[in-house]
């Protein structure tokens, strides 16, 4: 008696935006079906080779046959504002060098543009005088570009990136971070926070050293003229 589990169709694999990934899914998909050889060269080349008359006939029949079902796997595999952008799709060779032209390019220019991003996000460092707010939103704008150009990057890599090149005035509270949190399940937020209330008890310190010494001066000020003779 068959496994329930041997009936258990493959999933047809869905385009999703990243054309690569799916395109390689997607003919070893077709491939398990048999069908990927009529997709690669066209129903005509095929057919080439095969006898006159109704031997011919009957072969073309059956490659029709076969690729409406490639290119029904294809449908399905394409959202439909996809597919009324896909001018030539009479046969499933067509449909899937149309969704070759229209791809290719595309995947191209996102990866030039993911290199660049990822160059951008090694040599990022926090600017002298910048705030934690400021350094947060460039670093996380540069990380959601590189997410959306296909980059799989966890939260983590992110804190690690921010805790390793924080200006030199963070370097206590980074450590202290570093050894008291697992940073593989902290959230950026909490990170944020952490840096904040750092950089505001910072902030207290130098305004109340600014007006102890405005207080200083003024008192050294003030017994200055009461010692002038004239």
Partial sequence: MASKN????PAIPKLDGHYDHWSMLMENFLR???YWNLVEIGITTAAEGSESGEAHKKILDELKLKDLKAKNYLFQ???WSVLETILKK???NDLWDSLKQKYQGTARVKRAQLQAFRKEFEVLHMKNGETVNGYFGRTLAIANKMRTHGEKMDDVVII??????MTTKFDYVVCSIEESNDLDVM???ELQSSLLVHEQRMSQHQ?????LQATHGIQQGGRGRGTYQG
Avoid at 6 to 9: A, K, L, N, T
Avoid at 207 to 211: G, K, L, V, Y
Wanted: with cysteine; hydrophobic share 35%.
């Fill in 77 to 79: 595999a394409i959202d």
């Fill in 90 to 92: 009479d046969i499933a």
């Fill in 32 to 34: 398990s079906k048999e």
């Fill in 160 to 165: 690690e990136k921010i805790l390793r090149s």
């Fill in 187 to 189: 959230s950026i937020d």
């Fill in 6 to 9: 041997s009936c258990v169709q």
């Fill in 207 to 211: 305004e109340e050293e600014h007006a």
